[in-house]
T-cell receptor, first 112, second 113 residues
């Protein structure tokens, strides 16, 4: 069964303290791995798509990387406005017709 | 384009009542998905449409749930005889095609009392 596991469940950082969020996955055939940001009471906001091991994407203070077993979301010098829940999801080449399989998310809090 | 929109944003209903939610996807997107999210969990897939055809349903989608996408534009999700366990955030997403990123709406928060 395809599965996504995110760690840690929660992460508290001081402003400027860089860190990484982990997304480990098992999948029959990875079609794409996605990162989303979700603020309380809102829908997920798309951040990145990664398709193959070794691929990297960057946006402002965020950088996503992908290996054959896991993905990392690196946050460099975070600011309080980066506080949110970060969700990892994947799609596969198997039976599911492109629906996203999500992890439970990492809740990030950045204190000034 | 203003993105994916959903209405209503919040719905409070009594157990046993029927409710209907609406989703308007990004206009050029062919695929439309419905997900359900409970507190502390990631979204879980319910069903999806390719244009007007409903092509897949999750085991989570009981017989009390029905979804439509007439003319391949907006979609509705109806829950009949609501139960307290139906309380959740219902999210709609759309994408250009399979494997492409999905863009989510703001969600409809359902509370069943």
């Amino acid at each position: 069964e395809d599965q996504v596991t995110q760690s840690p469940e929660a992460l508290r950082l001081q402003e400027g303290e860089s860190s990484s969020l982990n997304c480990s996955y098992t999948v029959s055939g990875l079609r794409g791995l996605f990162w989303y940001r979700q603020d309380p009471g809102k829908g997920p906001e798309f951040l990145f798509t990664l398709y193959s091991a070794g691929e990297e994407k960057e946006k402002e203070r965020l950088k996503a990387t992908l290996t054959k077993k896991e993905s990392f979301l690196h946050i460099t010098a975070p600011k309080p406005e980066d506080s949110a829940t970060y969700l990892c999801a994947l799609t596969n080449y198997g039976g599911s017709q492109g629906n996203l399989i999500f992890g439970k998310g990492t809740k990030l809090s950045v204190k000034p | 384009d203003t993105g994916v929109s959903q209405n209503p944003r919040h719905k409070i209903t009594k157990r046993g009542q029927n409710v209907t939610f609406r989703c308007d996807p990004i206009s050029e997107h062919n695929r439309l998905y419905w997900y359900r999210q409970t507190l502390g969990q990631g979204p879980e897939f319910l069903t999806y449409f390719q244009n007007e055809a409903q092509l897949e349903k999750s085991r989570l989608l009981s017989d009390r749930f029905s979804a439509e996408r007439p003319k391949g534009s907006f979609s509705t999700l109806e829950i009949q005889r609501t139960e307290q366990g139906d309380s959740a955030m219902y999210l709609c997403a759309s994408s250009w095609d399979r494997g492409y990123e999905q863009y989510f709406g703001p969600g409809t928060r359902l509370t069943v009392t």
